[in-house]
T-cell receptor, first 113, second 112 residues
Framework: DTGVSQNPRHKITKRGQNVTFRCDPI?????LYWYRQTLGQGPEFLTY????????KSRLLSDRFSAERPKGSFSTLEIQRTEQGDSAMYLC???????????FGAGTRLSVL | GQQVMQIPQYQHVQEGEDFTTYCNSS?????IQWYKQRPGGHPVFLIQ?????EVKKQKRLTFQFGEAKKNSSLHITATQTTDVGTYFC????????????FGQGTTLQVKP
């Protein structure tokens, strides 16, 4: 049984650089979610997809953030012109439908220097 | 916007003592979920409550959903060192949305 997979696990980048993270959900799950988590806080919702359609975006998601799920399978989250405040753990989760259990991946920890 | 608050933020207990964390939402929730995150790990689903006044048990863990569907609690009886971690509640709003609103979590430390 393969769970939610995220790559890379860690990313260190310099301020101003672009970064891209990938998430592979559980294969039969049609919903995919991105969250951001900083130390001592709960995960904060960023955006989610049903199949390839992006259904909701948080106001936290500035113009520098973009997410895609082109074929309704894996998803990518890109951050352009990274800032130090973007340093966080980026978590991906997937579910069968909107009220079902969300299964989380191990996350990508981003450090912006 | 919708907010979910948890108290306490931290709890240190002696092994064998009981532990309770409380969760309150600013709005009515369609359901509530509880997750556990070990240090350095990711949130792992524990349970989902849907009905008003619902109580569910998992071994030493007891979960409750309030009558008004705006609050919830998690109680651990006779804590063990394996219970260490941060416990999050998370809720879907009453509208048809996929996003979960998480509380800030309660971090449990258990002294052996």
């Amino acid at each position: 049984d393969t769970g939610v997979s995220q790559n890379p696990r860690h990313k260190i980048t310099k301020r101003g650089q672009n970064v891209t993270f990938r998430c592979d959900p559980i294969s039969e799950h049609n919903r995919l979610y991105w969250y951001r988590q900083t130390l001592g806080q709960g995960p904060e919702f960023l955006t989610y997809f049903q199949n390839e359609a992006q259904l909701e975006k948080s106001r936290l998601l500035s113009d520098r953030f973009s997410a895609e799920r082109p074929k309704g399978s894996f998803s990518t989250l890109e951050i352009q012109r990274t800032e130090q405040g973007d340093s966080a753990m980026y978590l991906c989760a997937s579910s069968l439908n909107y009220k079902n259990i969300q299964y989380f991946g191990a996350g990508t920890r981003l450090s912006v220097l | 916007g919708q907010q979910v608050m948890q108290i306490p933020q931290y709890q240190h207990v002696q092994e064998g003592e009981d532990f309770t964390t409380y969760c309150n939402s600013s709005t009515t929730l369609s359901n509530i979920q509880w997750y556990k995150q070990r240090p350095g790990g990711h949130p792992v689903f524990l349970i989902q409550l849907v009905k008003s006044g619902e109580v569910k048990k998992q071994k030493r863990l007891t979960f409750q959903f309030g009558e008004a569907k705006k609050n919830s609690s998690l109680h651990i009886t006779a804590t063990q060192t394996t219970d260490v971690g941060t416990y999050f509640c998370a809720g879907h709003g009453s509208s048809n949305t996929g996003k979960l609103i998480f509380g800030q979590g309660t971090t449990l430390q258990v002294k052996p």
